[in-house]
Structure formats: structure tokens, C-alpha cells
């Protein structure tokens, strides 16, 4: 039979581990926090990230200010703190209207459209000799995905679903990999009878790219997984 003692002393200890743990998860939490920048490029990913480690917190609005003010940029920060004096007796309402700022200041639909056109056209070519931009290039492709499958900013990104968005894309790719995907995209209209793949599709194949380096280029895989 089980001792009654060692049983005792399990449900007795069982607090002690629970905030042991709790105190753990909150540490590992509160090291995931990232500084903003103030630029609009990098807002909606700040914000996301943000956002759901507060979830996970499960903060009082009190606490969200004193997260928020500590972790936005110095210029964002300066009217974050202003519009916390101003509303020291009403947490939720200050936290309103920073996160109100903010959107105005670095969250606009054409902010962000602007941001991430000038990642795009600021990116290098890939060349045979540097594979590994293929990772750097499918990050970039994410937040642009990521992106459109927001309300607020999928009308204006909508263009990424047309030849127009995705070629400038594809010629950033080497001339083998860009032959590639034009047999890609005429099959894909071929049999769905589109006049272009989605930007998912895009996605899906630079995703396939990377695979085969992986296949191809054992040393890389080993080093830049």
C-alpha cells in the first residue's frame, strides 16, 4: 500500500511546485518582451508578439502600462508616458489611447504597405553562392502573408495575389529557381483555370527551395538550421 505520509506530503508540496512553476513560466515570459523601434515595418510584428505575451500574463491594465511605456521606442515612449500622466486614475483609458497612437503613428494600412515594399525592393538578389538568403527572403515572405490575412491591411495588399506583386518578388531569385516557378504558375493555371497563383502558392514554393537545399547542401543545413 502507498504511504499515507508520502501522500501527505506530495499534496502538501503540490502548492509550492504549482507557484514554482507559475514563477518560472512568468520569468520566460517576461524575457520574450522586445523592444519597439518606431518604424512602422517592424509594428505589426511587435505588436502581435507583445499582444499575446500579455495574453499568456494575463496582466491587470495597471501592469499592461507599465509593460507598455517600458518596452516602446524613445520617441513612442515619450507621448506613451504623457498620455499616461494624463490618465493616472484610468489605466484602461490610457492604455486606449496609447495603443490608439501608436496605430495612427505606425499602424496605417498604407504605413505598412510602404514599409514592407521598401523590404522588398531593398532586398538583395539571391546568387548561387549565398543560398542561405532563401531563409532571409521566406522571413520577409511570412510578414507580407501574415499580413494579408489581416482585415485591416488585406484589401491593400491584395496586389500580391497578382503577377504584378509576385514578380518583383521572383526576380530577386536566381535565373534556375525563377525558371522553376514559371513552371509552376503556368501548371497551377493550368489546372485551376486562374490567371495566377495566389501569393500563398509562392510562399508554399520557396518553402519547397529551401527543402532542396537542405538536400543538396548538407554543410548548410547543419550550420544555418
Given at each position: ?140 515572405l511570412y510578414e507580407i502573408e501574415s499580413n494579408m490575412q489581416d482585415p485591416k491591411y488585406s484589401r491593400l495588399l491584395g496586389y500580391y495575389d497578382t ?63
Open positions: 500500500m502507498p504511504s499515507l505520509v508520502g501522500s501527505e506530503m506530495c499534496i502538501r508540496d503540490r502548492p509550492m511546485v504549482d507557484l514554482s512553476n507559475y514563477l518560472l513560466k512568468k520569468d520566460l515570459l517576461l524575457h520574450r518582451f522586445t523592444a519597439f523601434d518606431d518604424s512602422a515595418q517592424n509594428y505589426t510584428v511587435w505588436k502581435v508578439g507583445f499582444v499575446n505575451i500579455l495574453k499568456e500574463l494575463k496582466v491587470s491594465p495597471i501592469e499592461e502600462l507599465d509593460l507598455l511605456t517600458k518596452w516602446l521606442g524613445p520617441e513612442s515612449k515619450k507621448y506613451a508616458l504623457s498620455i499616461r500622466s494624463a490618465n493616472t486614475l484610468q489605466p484602461e483609458r490610457g492604455l486606449t489611447l496609447i495603443w490608439a497612437r501608436l496605430e495612427d503613428r505606425c499602424g496605417k494600412p498604407e504605413m505598412v504597405e510602404a514599409a514592407l515594399k521598401a523590404k522588398l525592393r531593398d532586398f538583395p538578389r539571391i546568387t548561387e553562392a549565398d543560398p542561405k538568403r532563401y531563409y532571409d527572403l521566406l522571413d520577409l503577377s504584378s506583386g509576385i514578380l518583383p518578388i521572383v526576380s530577386k531569385l536566381t535565373y534556375q529557381i525563377q525558371d522553376k516557378w514559371a513552371t509552376r504558375a503556368s501548371q497551377y493555371k493550368r489546372l485551376n483555370n486562374s490567371p495566377f497563383p495566389p501569393f500563398g502558392i509562392f510562399v508554399r514554393f520557396v518553402q519547397e527551395i529551401l527543402s532542396l537545399i537542405h538536400i543538396s547542401e548538407p554543410t548548410l543545413s547543419l550550420i544555418h538550421i
